[in-house]
């Protein structure tokens, strides 16, 4: 039985993980009969967003890993006791927090840094030749973990299939209820809600990324 790693990278689409895509994910893990341990980053946010408004919350700040332990239920660990060694994947839905805590896409676009943690975590599973599964906007990571040439998606947005592309991915355009795979690389990816109108949909590209990534375990 498949163990797997999931990061998450807050609570919330605007500033943390996507609650949605995080639970999509747990529900196709269980019913592909897998098991997983959810991680986050212990690292403040870049900011708190009011998901009412939209807008910034000025002067709140909050914790990746204590917001996340939302979803989680509390059953979380830190990032920084991933151990690539006991597990066989890695997964990790979107949400901006992806795209702002996990690295600085959101706010350096194509000079994008990843979180210095996430990055040797992810890579010690590609180094070792285990699947990883970017969901949403996090295959914006997909090059910086797995190098130039990985193959990825995020559906068809063009901007950020450029920077993508400028970051040394190779983007491949992708519906929302399908997952793209780079067999090579062990790279799976899938638009969510890049693309996703209703929950159903993000729901049949999860199952489909989280049925590659096991195929690949």
Known sequence: MSQVAVVLSGCGVYDGAEVNEAVLTLLCLEQQGAHYQIFAPDVQQLHVINHLTGEVAEGEARNVLVEAARIAR??????????????????????????????????????????????????????????????????????????????????????????????????LQCPVTEARVDRERKMVTTPAYMLAGKVSEAYSGIGACVREVLALA
Do not use: W, Y
């Open 74 to 171: 509390g059953n979380i660990l830190p990032l920084s006791e991933l151990n690539a060694d006991n597990f066989d994947a890695l997964v990790v839905p979107g949400g901006f927090g992806a795209a702002k805590n996990l690295c600085n896409f959101a706010t350096d676009g194509t000079q994008m840094q990843v979180l210095p943690g996430f990055l040797a975590a992810a890579r010690a599973f590609h180094e070792a030749g285990k699947p990883i599964g970017l969901i949403c906007i996090a295959p914006v990571m997909a090059a910086a973990i797995c190098g130039d040439g990985t193959q990825c998606t995020i559906g068809d947005d063009a901007e950020t299939a450029q920077a993508i592309e400028a970051m040394g991915g190779k983007h």
